[in-house]
């Protein structure tokens, strides 16, 4: 699959999980206070594997454990030369074990999301849509080849100007287009 090139939309393959995660830094360097970033796909699709890599190229200090049981978890780094301020937080969501979008609520996220000391990263995202901001980037993971049990389509698709303003840095960083 080759990459699409326009404002709002890319696509590519993966060949290995360690792609992937190289990918998810490269995202995650980039990602500032506000960004929501929505992954969808099917078990085993790479979901927690790119949002790993995200984390680490955000900054985290650990890697990110799959919040399936405890469905949130909140990743900090510290402000940049401002000490007297709390740091932008990464929150890591998996809604796999959720009923439907009215229970995201209960998580109390909706509180944070597009907060500009905060950055979200969904799992199962499709799971909650009608909750998740209108300014988001969307990526969805898939199996190109069920035999080829490595590789993973990525599809990403940005809504509004700052998450378009993302993909086109991304594009650039891990593609030089």
Known sequence: M????DDQTLEFVSRSPDQTQRLGARLGALLRGGDVVCLEGPLGSGKTCLAQGVGRGWGVGQTLISPSFVLVREYTRPANGNQGRRGVRLYHVDLYRIS????MLSLGVDEFLGDADAVFVIEWAERARPRIPSEHLWIRLSFPDRADQTRRALHFAAEGARHAALLREFRREAFGA
């Open 2 to 5: 080759a990459p699409i090139l």
């Open 100 to 103: 439907g979008a009215d229970e």
